[in-house]
C-alpha cells in the first residue's frame, strides 16, 4: 500500500512541474531587455577573457510590475550547436539546452544596468551570445532580451602546460632507461649463474 501511494505521489509531483514549468516557452515571453557586450566581436580565453555586459528596458509601455530580477546567461549560437545535442535549443524552457552558463543575476532596474564578467575556467569552446531573462518575486521567467550580432568566441583551457609536457618526458626516459638498466643486470645474473 506504501509504495502504491509513493508511486501516486511521485505521479503527482511530476504532473506538477510539467504544470509550473512546461508551459513556459521562449516564443511566448516578450522580449522587453535590449541587452549589449563590449566588446561584441572578440575572441576570448577562458579564465581570462572579460566582457561587460549592459542591459535596459526596450519598451516603454511594458509592464514591469512583476520583474523582480535579471538572470545573465551565456548561451551558444547555432554554429556551437551542430553535432551536439547536449546544446540543442529548444522552444520550451525547462528543456532548453542553449543557456548553461550563468554570468550573473542582479535585481532588475529599467536602465544603467552593466556587469563585468570575466569568463570561467569551465566554459567551453564555442561561439556564444548573451541572453538576459526577466523573473518574477517566484523565479518564473516573465520576460528576455539577448544580444543581436554579438559573436563571443570563447577559447577553454586544455589542461596542459609545457611543464606536464616536460615532466612527462623526463619519466618516459627514465622508464625506458630504467628497463634498459634491469635487462642488463638480469643478463649479467644469469651468465654468472651459468
Not at 10 to 39: N, R
Not at 138 to 156: P, S, W
Amino acid at each position: 500500500m506504501a509504495v502504491r501511494g509513493l508511486t501516486l505521489g511521485v505521479a503527482l509531483m511530476c504532473a506538477l512541474v510539467v504544470i509550473c514549468y512546461g508551459e513556459i516557452k521562449l516564443s511566448q515571453l516578450p522580449i522587453t531587455l535590449s541587452v549589449d557586450t563590449t566588446p561584441s566581436k572578440v575572441d576570448l580565453l577562458a579564465g581570462v577573457g572579460k566582457i561587460t555586459v549592459t542591459w535596459a528596458l526596450n519598451k516603454t509601455n511594458a509592464d514591469t510590475s512583476k520583474y523582480s530580477k535579471v538572470a545573465l546567461k551565456l548561451c551558444y549560437t547555432k554554429a556551437s550547436q551542430i553535432d551536439r545535442p547536449w546544446r540543442k535549443t529548444e522552444d520550451e524552457l525547462f528543456k532548453d539546452k542553449t543557456c548553461q552558463h550563468e554570468v550573473a543575476t542582479k535585481p532588475y532596474a529599467a536602465s544603467g544596468n552593466s556587469v563585468d564578467y570575466i569568463v570561467l575556467k569551465d566554459v567551453p569552446t564555442g561561439h556564444y551570445f548573451v541572453r538576459a531573462y526577466v523573473v518574477d518575486a517566484t523565479g518564473v521567467k516573465v520576460a528576455y532580451g539577448q544580444t543581436q550580432g554579438v559573436d563571443l568566441f570563447i577559447t577553454a583551457i586544455t589542461g596542459r602546460h609545457a611543464s606536464i609536457d616536460i615532466a612527462a618526458g623526463v619519466f618516459s626516459a627514465f622508464s625506458v632507461v630504467s628497463l634498459a638498466f634491469f635487462f642488463y643486470l638480469e643478463k649479467k645474473k644469469s651468465k654468472l649463474a651459468t
